[in-house]
């Protein structure tokens, strides 16, 4: 299991040492995982505030985790939490995300999200087609508000053999 929390937000808000970071696993990940020939799962925590920045370099970690692929790895883990400098403003608006690397390899893919679904339906669709192969899937979410959106995204994965939505 190989585990990456990053422990600060993502967004327009990052020191430059917290971008050296972000930086150094975007250049890095690739080549050190390539000869772990056991690592089965990666995991990823992420704390968000939703800008074009956050989406930016969102959008390279996720890339870069996707692209990963030792001959084990099976799992995908995600939990995350997202927010809006003013949460309470009426003119919000989720991130789209851009296309992701596929990755064909992930069969189970797991999701925490701790925001209330603020991470947007096109940002989880774009996950979630990054990963065709995904046969297990456990979604845990604060709210059940938006089940039928997330039921309708489940529904694209043709192989999928459990679901569980908490």
Partial sequence: RFDINIDFYLGRDITAWQDGIITNLVNNLENVTKDMDYLERIELAFNLKVSEEAEDQLHRILSTLLRVQPKNLFEISFTMSISFDDDDDAN???MPLEPLPI??????????????????????????ESMPNVVELRCDNLTSYHIVELLELASNFSNLCFLDLT
Avoid at 118 to 128: C, E, I, P, Q, V
Wanted: avoid cysteine.
């Fill in 103 to 128: 990755n064909n390899q992930i069969k189970v893919l797991k999701l925490s999200d701790w925001s209330h679904w603020k991470s947007s339906k096109l940002a989880t669709k774009r996950l979630f």
């Fill in 92 to 94: 919000n608006q989720p």
